[in-house]
């Protein structure tokens, strides 16, 4: 018995979806800022996935993923009505959310997904949100509704300017911040370069600095040690002491290293997928 | 049996156990030794000299009645040994194959003292063999015969490994409802992700959880004590007793510069890749691990063993096992250390870890070690390692394994404020009830003890759940 997903909506065909997935017990206990396990079949991996969003009365948590490997393509694969044998969680310590400001939630690309839950968790504490999204271009823009629905400012920035800033969102994150100094805190989800970049354009105007890591994990709980990284000289597991940690302290050329351990075997793992996939000749 | 009261010395070597040889296992996942057959295990038992004190009992940790299982195995009444067996013991097929039996029930044998002690771990495991391969099984483990008397009695076990495995066994045949919570996808604890398959066959440990099934028992895989459910919810939810049973939690590491380079991994991060993710048949199993030619990994224990025989098996070149003391020293079974050098696996005695190096790629290249003497015993009665000034080492490896044991694994604990923990960090219980802070809530194995034996859990969860029956019915 798994773990039934009752929507699915491909934000991005073929690369971002969303899945809404039956998980009752995870979506009781969720907060903004955990993550689940989940593992598609038997022969499958565990990864690990940020919860999106949840909704407690209908007993239900949302997934955002990018398609980077073969796990990722093979999850992508499943429609609504299927099953996920194994999903884990919540896992990792809770965003630290108090009623403080003004606090600027940054995310880019898939991490939006998170960035999106911890913004609306900032909001319900009664925070000033500002939220601040980049992506390549405007269609890959994820949440944008959904943020606008309750950040009193969405600000913007696309590779190509098609919306927004022309350019990073560092940028705009860097003017707004010279325009404001009642910002209490900046919390950056996305892509490792830009979580780095976030933190590097805050420490000069010392606001407190939050980023998520998205480490290699295998187990999720503790277990294993592979999603360690160095944090102030410390060595921290991002499973059991993060995601979220200070983007000031992080050694990210360390988190970058140990991201890209296993890319010869995704590699070899997603050229057996493609050969062998004939599901469906996209 | 005989009569006469027979002598140690007139009492022959031991019956040898098949096994893989060494060469050929060394290329597969197969389990080492391959068990007696039913004449093979009754000629050894017959070597029992039916002591009217039986030492050997006082030495297991669940006090199996040895002497009575094996006069049952000198008539060839199989059924009638794991009954002996299966009162005190509910997991008797990983025992045989896990325990330190050289330090517990052999080690304790009369026979031992002038000869060869009886081969108590392998008659254990034949028995266990034999009667799960027999029709027996529903015999004892049916549902017939251990319905459920007490639905309205519940328990609940956090973890899924040997501790509550042999609590759940125990209560159940009591007839008490009991629920085990586990966080990983299989339940079997380290007996899933730790110990390789060479050692104790998956398919062994899943007969042992079905056995449990078979009384009764509920499993829930996913559920993660702390984050999931916690202890408040159990106790909301109406349950009668929880016992804690989530092993021995975060991996330590060596604290020296390149402990985070690309290529250094815990022994429990190879482990659990290889065993619970299938590594070794990537990529028809999703989970990848690095193919390593020059392996170095650190410790002395059955871990560090298991770590360095499984990297031979995933195709590494050279193999070694870095430690701080001498051979003598090592805490691993003796087994497993004999099987770990007839596999080709080189010891590095005497050698202190002091960096791991990158090379140009930014990964893991070599290995600094520091020469070490043997000075004076320290706390745990070991001659403890001194440093050689100015004799070090560079051993050139791509991927290194560092089995030093673990540390308390926060999460349960952190969601539980309530819970009174000892000087070390582990959850403080009463060793002989496994009573914890809190009422009703017990706790055994390695969350209380630190990193130990299979068997020793088991033994705190036997003493803890005699202790919740003796409460409850």
Redesign the interface.
């Known amino acids: 018995m798994g773990f039934k997903i009752l929507k699915k909506e491909e934000l991005i065909p073929g690369q971002t979806s969303l899945f809404v997935i039956d998980a009752p017990?995870?979506a009781k206990?969720a907060m903004p800022g955990n993550f689940v396990i989940i593992?598609i079949d038997e022969?499958?991996?565990?990864i690990p996935l940020t919860i999106a969003d949840k909704d407690r009365e209908a007993g239900t948590i949302t997934i955002v993923f990018l398609v980077v490997g073969?796990?990722t393509a093979q999850l992508n694969m499943l429609q609504e009505g299927d099953d996920i044998?194994?999903?884990?969680?919540?896992?990792g310590k809770a965003t630290h959310i108090e009623k403080q400001g003004t606090v600027i939630c940054v995310g880019g690309g898939t991490g939006i997904a998170a960035m999106h839950h911890i913004a609306k968790g900032h909001w319900e504490a009664g925070n000033h949100v500002v939220a601040l999204i980049g992506a390549r271009t405007e269609n890959l823009l994820l949440f944008r509704c959904e943020l606008n629905g309750f950040c009193p400012e969405v600000m913007v920035a696309t590779d190509d300017g098609s919306v927004g800033h022309k350019g990073f969102v560092t940028e705009v994150l860097k003017d707004r911040l010279e325009r404001d100094s009642n910002v209490t805190e900046v919390v950056a989800i996305g892509p490792v370069p830009m979580m780095e970049a976030v933190a590097k354009v805050t420490e000069p105007f010392g606001v407190k600095t939050t980023v998520s890591l998205n480490s290699i994990m295998?187990?999720g709980?503790?277990?294993?040690?592979?999603c360690?990284?160095?944090v102030g000289g410390k060595?921290k597991?991002a499973c059991?002491d993060g995601p979220e940690f200070d983007g000031h302290k992080v050694d990210f050329s360390?988190l970058k290293?140990?991201l890209?351990?296993?890319k010869e075997?995704?590699d070899?793992?997603m050229g057996?997928f493609k050969k062998e996939c004939t599901c469906h000749g996209k | 049996m005989e009569n006469k009261p027979r002598k140690p010395a007139d009492i022959g070597p031991r019956i040898p156990m098949p096994e893989q040889p060494a060469d050929e296992r060394v290329r597969n996942f197969s389990e080492v030794t391959l068990g007696f057959t039913l004449d093979q295990a009754v000629e050894e038992a017959e070597r029992c000299l039916q002591c009217k004190k039986p030492l050997c009992q006082k030495g297991c940790p669940v006090e199996i009645d040895i002497k009575s299982f094996i006069a049952k195995l000198v008539d060839k009444d199989v059924s009638g040994a794991y009954e002996v067996i299966r009162k005190t013991n509910s997991l008797p097929a990983v025992c045989g194959r896990v325990c330190p039996q050289e330090s517990q029930c052999e080690g304790m044998c009369i026979l031992g003292k002038k000869n060869e002690p009886v081969a108590i771990g392998r008659l254990e495991r034949y028995i266990a063999d034999a009667f799960m391969a027999s029709d027996a099984c529903e015999e004892i483990t049916g549902t017939h015969e251990c319905a459920l008397v007490r639905e309205d009695l519940q328990v609940a076990c956090i973890g899924a490994g040997p501790a509550s495995l042999t609590v759940a066994g125990y209560l159940a045949s009591k007839g008490i409802k009991v629920t085990l919570f586990e966080?990983?996808?299989e339940p079997g604890g380290v007996l899933i992700?730790g110990i390789p398959e060479f050692r104790l066959p998956k398919s062994i440990v899943g007969r042992e959880v079905n056995a449990l099934k078979d009384l009764g028992v509920e499993i829930r895989?996913?559920?993660?004590g702390g984050?999931?459910?916690t202890i408040q919810d159990l106790q909301d939810e109406g349950y009668d007793a929880i016992f804690i049973g989530v092993g021995a939690?975060?991996?330590r590491?060596l604290n020296i510069p390149g402990?985070?380079?690309?290529g250094v991994?815990?022994a429990?991060?190879y482990l659990?890749?290889v065993n619970l993710?299938?590594a070794y048949d990537?990529?028809?199993?999703?989970?990848?691990?690095?193919k390593a030619n020059d392996v170095v990994v650190i410790g002395g224990g059955n871990v560090a063993m298991d770590a360095a025989r499984t990297a031979k098996r995933m195709g590494a070149e050279r193999v070694s096992i870095v430690y701080r003391r001498t051979q003598d020293e090592m805490p691993a079974r003796l087994e497993e250390l004999h099987h770990a050098i007839e596999e080709g696996i080189e010891i590095r005695a005497l050698c202190g870890p002091l960096a791991f190096n990158p090379g140009e790629s930014?990964?893991l290249e070599t290995m600094t070690v520091q020469k070490m003497c043997l000075g004076e015993p320290d706390d745990s009665g070991r001659r403890s390692p001194v440093c050689i000034e100015g004799e070090t080492e560079e051993i050139p490896c791509d991927m290194a394994v560092v089995a030093v044991g673990t540390r308390p694994?926060?999460?349960l604990l952190e969601a539980t404020p309530d819970l009174e923990l000892n000087k070390w960090g582990y959850i403080a219980a009463d060793p002989e009830t496994g009573e914890t802070s809190m009422e009703n809530v017990f706790a055994g194995g390695d969350i209380v003890t630190g990193a130990a034996t299979v068997i020793s859990a088991m033994g705190a969860g036997r003493r803890a759940a005699q202790e919740i029956a003796k409460r409850l019915l």
């Open positions: 017990q995870i206990k593992r022969n499958g991996e565990r073969k796990s044998l194994d999903v884990c969680g919540p896992l295998v187990d709980i503790g277990m294993c040690g592979a360690r990284c160095s060595t597991f059991v360390e290293a140990r890209w351990q296993f075997q995704e070899e793992s057996k | 966080g990983l996808h992700y895989t996913n559920w993660v984050k999931t459910i939690g975060l991996p590491f402990d985070n380079l690309v991994f815990s429990n991060e659990t890749r993710g299938r990537f990529p028809n199993y999703d989970t990848p691990t690095f930014g990964r694994n926060p999460i």
